[in-house]
């Protein structure tokens, strides 16, 4: 049973024990009306009510209680998480997502277990409601909102990289010279592995980014002839086909 199911069941029995509880308060608040207004025959009867379900309250919250015997653990060391998440994130909420090792990635933000706390980690933010949907909803929120101010801020990041690979001009780069070059940087290759790099890229394609902000226009570069594979990033598109990235121009 996946955790989106072990979790709905689980659910559905605490939605017993609360209309139990319903039953129990309903009982009491009769009993306190009773007193108010002297019907002692209420009263004793919504009184043995609210006795009856108060001692059988215990055994109906234990009965909800072992519902839940999921093994968070062994499921955030395995690979389920990933399998579920990416069929949720892409049924629920249309987001395309890429499995790299141990990691998910769903550009902007790359999605690790963290099975000794029983939560994941959003980017470097612990994030400890693991439900499929619940995260799923979470990252597109986060794609949405960052995906225009984070092309505009990659695209700087690429120009800036350019003209560094090219000692001080600034017309074309591999994307592999600049992966690396960023890679220099501490804990970069760590959150942004290359598929993720390749996820920002797409992106910024599909972004109505064109031009930095000194007025430079960029023009991608797809892999020609005699091109190393290793040089070659490539993601997959909304429509399943794959696209792969060589180099960028800046004009």
Avoid at 39 to 57: F, I, M, P, S, T
Avoid at 71 to 82: A, H, K, N, P
Avoid at 212 to 221: D, H
């Amino acid at each position: 049973m996946s955790l989106e199911e072990s979790l709905q069941q689980h659910e559905e029995s605490i939605d017993g024990l609360l209309k139990f509880i319903a039953k129990y308060t309903s009982a009491v608040k009769g009993w306190k009306k009773a007193c108010q207004i002297g019907h002692v025959g209420n009263l004793q009867k919504a009184a043995a009510l609210a006795d009856e379900l108060c001692r059988n309250l215990p055994q109906q919250t234990c009965d909800a209680k072992a519902t839940w015997a999921f093994d968070v653990r062994g499921y955030l060391e395995s690979d389920e998480w990933i399998g579920e998440l990416q069929e949720v994130a892409s049924s629920r909420c249309g987001l395309r997502t890429i499995q790299d090792n141990d990691t998910l990635i769903s550009s902007p933000v790359t999605v690790r277990s963290q099975p000794s706390r029983g939560s994941v980690s959003l980017g470097r933010v612990n994030w400890p409601a693991i439900r499929p949907r619940v995260v799923a909803e979470e990252l597109k929120r986060l794609r949405d909102k960052t995906l225009a101010a984070n092309s505009s801020e990659f695209l700087e990041s690429l120009f800036g990289a350019s003209a560094h690979l090219n000692d001080g001009t600034d017309s074309f780069a591999k994307f592999r010279d600049i992966y690396d070059l960023f890679c220099l940087t501490p804990g970069y290759k760590k959150d942004n592995p290359p598929a993720a790099f390749a996820q920002q890229i797409y992106a910024l394609q599909r972004s109505d980014q064109r031009a930095t902000r000194a007025g430079r226009r960029l023009e991608f570069e797809y892999p020609s002839g005699n091109v190393k594979e290793r040089d070659i990033f490539t993601v997959i598109a909304e429509d399943g086909r794959p696209v792969r990235y060589y180099g960028i121009w800046f004009k």
